[in-house]
């Protein structure tokens, strides 16, 4: 259920990020026409982008532990900028998915789609009884 509910907030992000015309991000459905093939091609880039990010992000990061440290975390900004374009790269196998025109332009989005993702993770944290 957790992994549902994260899929829809970066489905939504990433539909956010769609409407910023100068970030030149875009989600091409998987068939022409109605909205909801959009929502679908949304959800379906939303549950690659967190697989992405599960599978290799989870190895990068790893990896780049180092370069964390030197640019005091710094570095999470283009690893997930990175992690954005590699969605979209995989996507475009299929015909359909998430067009991103540059890296640096994904580091942007990137970086919206955290911010989204921060705050909808605070406004659905689960409240503990004290």
Do not use: H
């Given at each position: 259920?957790?992994?549902?509910?994260?899929?829809?907030?970066?489905?939504?992000?990433?539909?956010?990020?769609?409407?910023?015309?100068?970030?030149?991000?875009?989600?091409?459905?998987?068939?022409?026409?109605?909205?909801?093939?959009?929502?679908?091609?949304?959800?379906?880039?939303?549950?690659?982008?967190?697989?992405?990010?599960?599978?290799?992000?989870?190895?990068?990061?790893?990896?780049?532990?180092?370069?964390?440290?030197?640019?005091?975390g710094l570095i999470s900004l283009v690893i997930n900028g990175f992690l954005f374009w590699l969605t979209g790269w995989f996507t475009a196998w299929w015909g359909w998915g998430l067009t991103v025109e540059s890296f640096w332009l994904g580091v942007v989005a990137?970086?919206?789609?955290?911010?989204?993702?921060?705050?909808?993770?605070?406004?659905?944290?689960?409240?503990?009884?004290?």
């Amino acid at each position: 259920m957790r992994f549902f509910i994260r899929v829809v907030i970066n489905a939504f992000a990433i539909w956010v990020v769609t409407l910023i015309e100068p970030l030149r991000v875009d989600v091409t459905p998987f068939a022409p026409g109605e909205t909801l093939q959009l929502v679908l091609s949304l959800l379906a880039v939303a549950a690659v982008f967190a697989i992405v990010n599960t599978v290799i992000g989870t190895i990068l990061k790893i990896v780049a532990f180092p370069l964390y440290i030197l640019t005091l975390g710094l570095i999470s900004l283009v690893i997930n900028g990175f992690l954005f374009w590699l969605t979209g790269w995989f996507t475009a196998w299929w015909g359909w998915g998430l067009t991103v025109e540059s890296f640096w332009l994904g580091v942007v989005a990137a970086l919206i789609i955290s911010i989204i993702n921060f705050v909808f993770g605070i406004i659905l944290r689960p409240q503990t009884k004290a």
